[in-house]
């Protein structure tokens, strides 16, 4: 996803993209988070595309707004974009993202077929990321935000979030 | 053409927002922390869908906006179906309630995957993967419910004698639909029965529910006929709107 950036030669207005983060899980870049679609540099004017996470996602206007702001205090004019097609999924959290939520506490999300497992017939498979225990149980198929489940360790007995798999 | 796609995308929003707004009145009174968070967030979904509708039919009709199509309406002018009108009577209403509308919403998403509008066919494509969770959530409890306890099946059994007769307007064809599915753009609500027919004979024994002498009651919200209870919903969803004109925060 950071391959979107290659093509801006201004090293600051990179350095200022790349500090925009998820205002719900601040571990991860918008670039981390698979939301960008598309950059558009013309002289003074950056045109971007995002698309959202889930619908109702309250985050998508703060991360356009953070962008519009961060991009402005640069001297350029901003144009974000809202685009549904096509629809986000979680394999566009990049794999360095995952890694960052769950050193974050968050349990990254599983293959489709593994979260329907997990999610419907309760097998232990989501790990803790507190012990990396999977003899872990559902809580809650809907957590603190839209795209999270609850989770609870049988082991150490932590609750945490997983992110569901979206596809 | 233009006015029929924008009254058809007015009448797949409205159920959303209705029901989004049912839902929405539970947030700190869920009768536990999990399903308070879990029908909050189902309210959410739906309301981020209504916001898709409501900015592309904005598009279509001059001087309207996402905002003045969702609260400055008159009762006549909303198009959504009298079963997500009905209140919020017990926990196994609710859940009854949002039961029916999940095997209803997800095959009525899934043929408008395949619209030859390119906004809805989006739009869609988005919200079938909510309404999935929605309904696997939904089915869930039915299930819990309705092979509960005497007490939590007795309560169930009602809610399905209570909701299922307001069923029968899903499935009839408007002039406005019928319109919408000959230009490629709408569903095929044949189809969409098939599909809910089949949840209910997948759901429904497990849950132990019978439904089979429920009688089904003529409504026709979709058509702006609506019961009593669309009109307090206005009242309140509207107040802020209608007392501080394009008032925002
Ligand atoms: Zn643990």
């Known amino acids: 996803m950071v391959g979107l950036l290659e093509n801006i030669t201004d090293e600051n207005l990179k350095a200022e993209l790349l500090k925009i983060t998820d205002p719900e899980i601040p571990v991860l870049t918008v670039f981390d988070l698979g939301v960008i679609r598309k950059i558009n540099v013309v002289d003074k004017h950056v045109n971007i595309d995002i698309t959202p996470t889930y619908s109702g996602c309250p985050a998508m206007d703060t991360i356009s707004m953070d962008l519009k702001v961060a991009i402005e205090s640069l001297g350029y004019t901003a144009n974000i974009n809202l685009v549904l097609a096509p629809a986000w999924t979680t394999d566009w959290i990049s ?73 | 053409m233009k006015d029929q796609l924008y009254k058809y995308l007015l009448l797949l929003g409205d159920n959303s927002m209705i029901l989004g707004h049912r839902l929405s009145e539970l947030c700190g009174h869920g009768p536990n922390l999990e399903t308070d968070i879990a029908l909050t967030n189902i309210s959410l979904d739906l309301f981020g869908q209504v916001r898709s509708y409501f900015k592309y039919a904005a598009t279509l009709k001059e001087g309207e906006t996402e905002d003045s199509i969702a609260f400055l309406r008159f009762e006549r002018d909303y198009y959504n179906t009298i079963l997500v009108e009905q209140p919020n009577k017990d926990f196994a209403h609710v859940i009854v309630r949002q039961f029916l509308f999940d095997a209803y919403h997800k095959p009525l998403l899934e043929q408008l995957m395949n619209s030859k509008d390119e906004t809805i066919s989006a739009i869609a494509h988005k919200s079938i993967k909510e309404s999935k969770y929605h309904l696997r959530f939904s089915s869930e409890w039915v299930k819990r419910l309705g092979d509960g306890t005497e007490i939590s099946h007795q309560k169930t059994q009602n809610a399905f004698n209570t909701l299922m ?8 064809e408007t002039p406005l639909e019928l319109a919408m599915k000959n230009e490629g753009i709408g569903a095929d609500l044949n189809l969409v029965k098939a599909s809910f027919d089949k949840t209910m004979s997948d759901v429904l024994p497990s849950a132990n529910i019978e439904t089979s002498d429920i009688k089904l009651r003529k409504t ?13 919903i206005l009242t309140e969803l509207q107040y802020m709107q209608r007392a501080y004109p394009d008032m925002s925060w």
């Open chain 2, 220 to 232: 026709n919200g979709k058509s702006g006929f609506h019961s009593e209870y669309l009109g307090f």
């Open chain 1, 95 to 167: 794999e360095e993202g995952k890694k960052k939520l769950e050193e974050y506490g968050i349990a990254a999300p599983l293959t489709e077929s593994l979260d329907k497992r997990a999610l419907i017939d309760g097998e232990p498979i989501v790990k803790c990321p507190n012990c990396s225990s999977t003899n872990t149980k559902l809580v809650s198929q809907f957590g603190s935000t839209a795209c999270k489940a609850l989770f609870k360790c049988n082991d150490c007995l932590e609750p945490f979030d997983y992110f569901k798999c979206l596809k």
């Open chain 2, 165 to 172: 007769p307001y069923i029968e307007e899903l499935f009839i």
